[in-house]
C-alpha cells in the first residue's frame, strides 16, 4: 500500500512538469520560474531514486521518479535557454 501511495504522490506532482516545460517553450520566457526551487526538486528526485536503488526497491516507482526527473531537467534546461534569449533580446532593446 505505501507503493501506492507513493506512486499516487509521484503521478501528481508529474502532472505539472510537463505542463511547465510546454509553458517554457512556448512563452520562451523566465517569468514564474524559480531556478533555486527546480534545484530542490532535481535534488528531491534524485534522493528518491538513491532510496530506491539502495533498498534494493527497484518496481514500477522508480520508473515515475526517473520520468518526473526528465521532465524536470528539461525545465531546467530550458530555463537557461530562455534566459539567453531575454539577455539577447534586453540586450538588443538598448542598443536601439
Known amino acids: 500500500m505505501v507503493?501506492?501511495?507513493e506512486s499516487?504522490?509521484?503521478i501528481?506532482?508529474?502532472i505539472s512538469?510537463?505542463?511547465s516545460v510546454y509553458k517554457s517553450l512556448t512563452s520562451k520566457s523566465t517569468k514564474g520560474k524559480s531556478i533555486v526551487f527546480t534545484i530542490a526538486i532535481i535534488i528531491g528526485y534524485i534522493a528518491g531514486i538513491t532510496g530506491k536503488i539502495l533498498g534494493k526497491n527497484f518496481n514500477y516507482v522508480l520508473v515515475l521518479y526517473l520520468v518526473?526527473?526528465?521532465f524536470v531537467s528539461v525545465d531546467f534546461?530550458?530555463?537557461f535557454i530562455n534566459k539567453r534569449h531575454e539577455s539577447?533580446?534586453?540586450t538588443s532593446?538598448?542598443?536601439l
Open 68 to 70: 518526473n526527473l526528465a
Open 3 to 5: 507503493t501506492v501511495f
Open 93 to 95: 532593446i538598448k542598443s
Open 12 to 14: 501528481c506532482f508529474g
Open 77 to 79: 534546461a530550458l530555463y
Open 8 to 10: 499516487v504522490m509521484l
Open 88 to 90: 539577447a533580446a534586453a
Open 17 to 19: 512538469w510537463p505542463i
